[in-house]
């Protein structure tokens, strides 16, 4: 058996496209335009990296990008200084904190300074909870993404068994709220579980989470699972060339498994094109208008 590859950026590239003509119906009826805040804070590559590719798939989309730049030294009060005038500036539906931050500023704070309504990486403790119990709410891009690349090879996921390997609040904690609502049976797995091979080996879906570089092994795997792979680790190799690999060892798992995200090109471009959806979503609540079917 060889796995079917998820082309994230094939389903990215579709449903960027989609959000983008939502984009053009909204301003052509209402003269609204969505606009999302970025907010970095120091130089650090990866996430300079990341925030071009966000900033230059939100202008591409029709959206408008308000970036903002602090430096490494930036204090506290002056970062929850910007997220309040960005919580009152009506141009801005949506607000994304870059994250990691710097030691002196307190994330937690930061996150539940951000107005929960314009909170588009769904992090804020408000829309935590309404999460949890199932109630409509903004959702981290991740998990979303993490659930949409699955439906695309299982469209329903009820009864599926499942495992989450990793418990961040990010990524773990929240995909398992929404395979829950999926109706998958759900267990959660991380660095402290015993024996987690035998752990995985009958589940029907397996996201792996967990930040391990090629933790997850093929005989960790079910024959014919989904596997859905969230990890970006950097590995250098005794050459000093580097390489980007996941959580889960791929072509081990490609044999085994039924379907497959690789890393890169899986979850990584769903993830931002859900951040566009999130910032529709968000702009669309503001002015009283339902969210576009995507």
């Given at each position: 058996m060889t796995a079917t590859i998820s082309d994230g950026r094939a389903l990215a590239a579709d449903l960027r496209a989609r959000a983008a003509a939502a984009v053009?119906?909204?301003?052509e009826t209402h003269r609204l335009v969505p606009g999302i805040a970025v907010v970095l804070v120091g130089h650090d590559p990866a996430s300079e990296v990341y925030v071009r590719s966000k900033t230059r798939q939100v202008v591409e989309?029709?959206?408008?990008?308000?970036?903002h730049r602090l430096p490494e030294t930036a204090t506290e009060a002056e970062l929850l200084d910007l997220v309040a005038r960005l919580n009152a500036d009506p141009a801005v539906h949506g607000i994304l904190v870059q994250l990691p931050l710097p030691a002196q500023v307190d994330t937690a704070k930061?996150?539940?300074a951000v107005d929960p309504a314009k909170d588009v990486d769904g992090f804020h403790p408000l829309n935590v909870g309404r999460l949890a119990i199932g109630l409509p709410v903004l959702v981290p891009?991740?998990?979303l993404?993490?659930?949409m690349l699955a439906k695309t090879v299982r469209p329903s996921l009820e009864g599926l068994d499942a495992v989450v390997i990793g418990r961040s609040n990010i990524v773990g904690r929240p995909l398992v709220h929404l395979l829950v609502a999926e109706s998958a049976t759900v267990t959660v797995?991380?660095?402290k579980t015993r024996d987690l091979p035998a752990l995985c080996r009958d589940k029907d879906l397996l996201f792996a989470a967990i930040g391990r570089p090629e933790l997850v092994k093929g005989d960790w795997i079910k024959p014919g699972a989904t596997v859905i792979d969230v990890g970006i680790n950097r590995i250098v190799e005794p050459d000093g060339s580097a390489r980007i690999?996941?959580?889960?060892?791929?072509?081990?798992?490609r044999a085994v498994a039924g379907a497959i995200t690789p890393v890169p090109g899986g979850v990584g471009p769903m993830t931002i094109a859900c951040l566009l959806v999130n910032t529709l979503r968000a702009a669309c609540a503001a002015n009283g208008l339902p969210a576009p079917a995507l």
């Amino acid at each position: 058996m060889t796995a079917t590859i998820s082309d994230g950026r094939a389903l990215a590239a579709d449903l960027r496209a989609r959000a983008a003509a939502a984009v053009r119906r909204l301003g052509e009826t209402h003269r609204l335009v969505p606009g999302i805040a970025v907010v970095l804070v120091g130089h650090d590559p990866a996430s300079e990296v990341y925030v071009r590719s966000k900033t230059r798939q939100v202008v591409e989309s029709g959206m408008r990008s308000f970036d903002h730049r602090l430096p490494e030294t930036a204090t506290e009060a002056e970062l929850l200084d910007l997220v309040a005038r960005l919580n009152a500036d009506p141009a801005v539906h949506g607000i994304l904190v870059q994250l990691p931050l710097p030691a002196q500023v307190d994330t937690a704070k930061v996150i539940a300074a951000v107005d929960p309504a314009k909170d588009v990486d769904g992090f804020h403790p408000l829309n935590v909870g309404r999460l949890a119990i199932g109630l409509p709410v903004l959702v981290p891009c991740t998990p979303l993404a993490c659930v949409m690349l699955a439906k695309t090879v299982r469209p329903s996921l009820e009864g599926l068994d499942a495992v989450v390997i990793g418990r961040s609040n990010i990524v773990g904690r929240p995909l398992v709220h929404l395979l829950v609502a999926e109706s998958a049976t759900v267990t959660v797995a991380h660095s402290k579980t015993r024996d987690l091979p035998a752990l995985c080996r009958d589940k029907d879906l397996l996201f792996a989470a967990i930040g391990r570089p090629e933790l997850v092994k093929g005989d960790w795997i079910k024959p014919g699972a989904t596997v859905i792979d969230v990890g970006i680790n950097r590995i250098v190799e005794p050459d000093g060339s580097a390489r980007i690999v996941g959580d889960v060892d791929f072509a081990q798992a490609r044999a085994v498994a039924g379907a497959i995200t690789p890393v890169p090109g899986g979850v990584g471009p769903m993830t931002i094109a859900c951040l566009l959806v999130n910032t529709l979503r968000a702009a669309c609540a503001a002015n009283g208008l339902p969210a576009p079917a995507l």
